[in-house]
């Protein structure tokens, strides 16, 4: 039996409607996706419904790939939403250290939460992902890393990396919702949320209680059940802060992640990207003792475009295992972490500020500039740009100065981060490195959850990057099965 619905087409939706639900989930990411695998594996009779915004994965497409590189607006996008959320057009990296990618073990501990990212990468092994793991194999070339990185006063993060790449995750994703599709899972596309429904109760103490009771969605339809899982991602992350004011769920100020993704050639990257392939490395700036990191590094691959709601537009990057789509450039990004104290609440409001007013200097668009044109204060131009070896990936991007977007201490911070590297992979402060901005990472609100992942509203769980408890699909996926069992447990403990 099918159970997937595309709300786009003309099916029916009064059956769902009518039933009730022992778990609904809010986004079929990897968090949510792996949620529902668990509990479908542990107790095939629950009744489980994934809602997602964006399309099952074999309709997402991004009309980039036969329009000359050209983004033209789909709404929702593609690249950030649907099954899988960014994961299924991402480089697919998935970090086997709970030291990166989320506070997992801030929560659960280091070992349990260790344990959870070694069986989610089981279900990932099982769907297909390759074997080889990269950061294990070559302590000789580590060395020699973390020798040049102690100089230049960096710190290099160790982690195992399994590497999927875009074309491959794409693959392993589309079993895995296969697999919950045959498993019974009710699985809702093109199906926005607007409201976690939350009611009141008044106990025989004259205390009020608060509980979940589902969710309503865009269309006005509403879906009940006494446990709700959300699993938003980024994407969803501003949606789930505004559901934590007007509902009064309890949450903290989360980092905020505002920097450029550098693209240069493989050459200059190619002895960490053959004996690490993804180098993590932070940085505490001299000036103002600020952290800096590389994130997310895509050898071979190509600088992108995410639309976020309200049609702005970040940068982000995506690489391929091989084949047609692979290019001679590596990019990577280089995020500045600021924390911020009371009274400030908004990490979100900020970054996308900053981003809002890139957008306004070039049409949407992403703004690209040369270090050298960075480093001197001057605008880039196409002209200069064509006189480099390096060929821009992002075709669309519009040549200009970012120091009329970033905040001066964040300007300095990203300039001296560069030169930091400069000294592990000499190249990278080359001129005609290029910077794209602006990259941001929309966390939320860190939402406070106990150690079953349970907000102050109960029955309502929050988990993955949107909750600000994640920053990656590896941390993300032993999430939701973290949750799921959470669930499963109190279920079965209810009925003894």
């Avoid at 939706?13 to 949620?35: C, M, N, Q």
């Avoid at 990932?124 to 230049?152: C, H, N, P, Q, S």
């Avoid at 809002?356 to 070039?362: A, D, R």
């Avoid at 602006?438 to 909750?467: H, M, Q, W």
Wanted: glycine fraction near 10%; include cysteine; charged fraction near 25%.
């Amino acid at each position: 039996m099918n159970h997937q619905h595309d709300t786009s087409q003309n099916t029916s939706k009064e059956t769902l409607h009518s039933v009730s639900y022992d778990v609904i989930i809010i986004g079929a990411g990897p968090g949510g996706a792996f949620a529902a695998y668990e509990l479908k594996e542990k107790a095939p009779s629950l009744r489980v419904l994934i809602l997602e915004k964006g399309r099952s994965i074999e309709k997402r497409a991004c009309p980039k790939r036969t329009n000359g590189g050209k983004c033209v607006g789909c709404r929702p996008c593609s690249i950030t939403t649907g099954f899988s959320g960014a994961g299924a057009f991402s480089d697919g990296k998935l970090s086997l250290s709970p030291d990166v990618g989320g506070t997992l073990s801030d929560i659960l501990g280091y070992d349990e939460a260790a344990a959870l990212i070694r069986e989610s990468d089981d279900i990932y092994l099982k769907f297909g992902a390759d074997r080889k793991i990269w950061g294990v194999d070559k302590e000789k070339e580590i060395r020699e890393i973390r020798a040049k990185a102690i100089t230049a006063n960096l710190k290099l993060v160790e982690c195992p990396i399994r590497h999927l790449g875009t074309e491959k995750g794409y693959e392993i994703y589309a079993a895995l919702q296969r697999h919950l599709l045959d498993a019974g899972v009710d699985i809702l596309f093109n199906t926005a949320v607007e409201d976690i429904l939350i009611e009141t109760s008044g106990a025989e103490d004259g205390t009020v209680r608060e509980h979940v009771t589902g969710v309503a969605a865009a269309d006005g339809a509403r879906y009940y059940a006494p446990r709700v899982i959300a699993a938003v991602g980024r994407e969803g992350a501003d949606w789930l802060n505004g559901q934590c004011e007007k509902f009064g769920i309890e949450s903290v100020p989360g980092t905020v992640d505002i920097g450029v993704r550098v693209e240069v050639r493989d050459e200059v990257m190619q002895f960490l990207n053959d004996n690490l392939y993804e180098a993590k490395l932070i940085y505490h700036t001299p000036t103002f003792d600020d952290k800096v990191r590389t994130f997310c590094t895509n050898p071979h691959g190509e600088v992108a475009t995410e639309y976020y709601d309200g049609n702005l537009a970040v940068v982000n990057g995506h690489a391929y295992a091989g084949g047609e789509y692979a290019t001679h450039n590596t990019n990577f990004a280089l995020l500045v972490s600021k924390n911020f104290t009371k009274p400030f609440r908004t990490p979100i409001e900020y970054g996308r500020k900053i981003a809002e007013l890139s957008n306004m200097l070039c049409g949407n668009r992403i703004i690209v500039q040369t270090f050298g044109d960075f480093r001197r204060g001057r605008r880039s131009t196409e002209e200069r740009m064509c006189r480099n070896n390096l060929i821009p990936t992002l075709k669309d991007a519009v040549p200009g100065d970012l120091s009329l977007v970033f905040p001066h201490r964040i300007m300095v911070d990203l300039e001296e981060m560069i030169y930091a590297l400069d000294k592990v992979t000499p190249g990278i402060a080359s001129d005609e490195t290029l910077l794209y901005g602006v990259e941001v990472k929309f966390y939320s609100n860190r939402l406070v959850v106990n150690r079953e992942f349970e907000t102050s509203v109960p029955g309502l769980y929050a988990i993955g990057d949107g909750a600000g408890i994640t920053r990656g699909l590896q941390q993300a996926s032993a999430n939701g099965l973290c949750a799921a069992r959470a669930i499963l447990a109190k279920k079965e403990g209810a009925s003894a």
